[in-house]
């Protein structure tokens, strides 16, 4: 089990498909409709909880965020390389996207810099071997991708 890092902090992430909910939240909150019990909200709700959101978004350390979108990038471009056949012009476009940021950024990033950096690294290198078993096979499918493992997460 993986975990994703949000403003709230660490979320537990299975990798099993959840069922999705009838209406997004936000449209749940527009609707004035409630996602427990079919209570509906008011406005002045929905404006409490949009203000809580983004009190809790603007204590958040923007590099923190920056670092989550680049590991998002390098699972996107991991999925890509691991499809059968790989995806590789799929994967290619999240690996300069993270490489934009992390190479951009560099130690602006804080700690999260040097595993972003090892990871945009590995990604790099799978791509490469990957886009070689595809160009050696031809036609033929390639045998299985090994991708790399999730760089560190990034640190709160």
Excluded: C
């Excluded at 990798?15 to 527009?30: G, L, M, T």
């Excluded at 499809?83 to 012009?89: A, I, M, T, V, Y």
């Excluded at 991708?147 to 990034?154: E, G, K, L, N």
């Amino acid at each position: 089990m993986s975990t994703l890092w949000t403003p709230g902090g660490e979320r537990p992430v299975s990798r099993d498909p959840q069922p999705q909910p009838s209406a997004p939240p936000y449209q749940e909150a527009a609707t004035g409709v409630a996602g427990d019990g079919g209570q509906e909200i008011d406005e002045a709700e929905v404006e409490a909880r949009l203000g809580e959101l983004r009190d809790q978004l603007a204590e958040t350390p923007v590099d923190g965020i920056v670092a989550q979108m680049s590991y998002q990038l390098f699972e996107v471009a991991a999925l890509h390389l691991s499809l059968q056949p790989p995806q590789l012009d799929q994967a290619q476009l999240a690996i300069d996207a993270m490489a934009g940021l992390v190479e951009t950024l560099g130690d602006r990033l804080g700690p999260n810099a040097t595993p972003l950096r090892d990871g945009l690294s590995q990604i790099r290198m799978a791509f490469v071997q990957i886009k070689g078993q595809v160009t050696a096979a031809g036609d033929a499918p390639p045998s299985p991708p090994t991708v790399p493992s999730d760089p560190a997460p990034p640190q709160s």
